[in-house]
């Protein structure tokens, strides 16, 4: 089992920042790839970012690239999303999940086995 509980999210205007951390416990956190998924009201599930485990790998959905950086830190067990230029369309529920090390990091949330509880994200125009 591993335990992920994410922090960070918050009201924000257009053009803020916002740095989102899920800390994990468990099960040997660097043994997993790390993703970032946000779900906003009346909208499907959709793949932010994805980790791979040793932190040298990493994806990004296109909306986000060059605002959103994903990063980790295996010695604290935590991963981050650090979010810049914030637009009100990235406001969302946000969740991190892991999923066992495969060929390469994924953004298909079904490989994903453990998730956190999400942390709001909003930002105003």
């Known amino acids: 089992q591993v335990q992920l509980v994410e922090s960070g999210g918050g009201l924000v205007q257009a053009g803020g920042s916002l740095r989102l951390s899920c800390a994990a416990s468990g099960r040997t956190f660097s043994r997993y790839d790390m993703g970032w998924f946000r779900q906003a009201p009346g909208k499907e599930r959709e793949f932010v970012a994805v980790?791979?485990?040793?932190?040298?790998?990493?994806y990004y959905v296109d909306s986000v690239k060059g605002r959103f950086t994903i990063s980790r830190d295996n010695a604290k067990n935590t991963v981050y999303l650090q979010m810049s230029s914030l637009k009100p369309e990235d406001t969302a529920v946000y969740y991190c999940?892991?999923?066992?090390?495969?060929?390469?990091?994924?953004?298909?949330?079904?490989?994903?086995?453990?998730w956190g509880q999400g942390t709001q994200v909003t930002v105003s125009s």
């Open positions: 980790i791979r485990w040793t932190g040298g790998r990493t």
């Open positions: 999940a892991a999923a066992p090390v495969s060929g390469v990091p994924s953004p298909d949330a079904d490989k994903y086995d453990y």
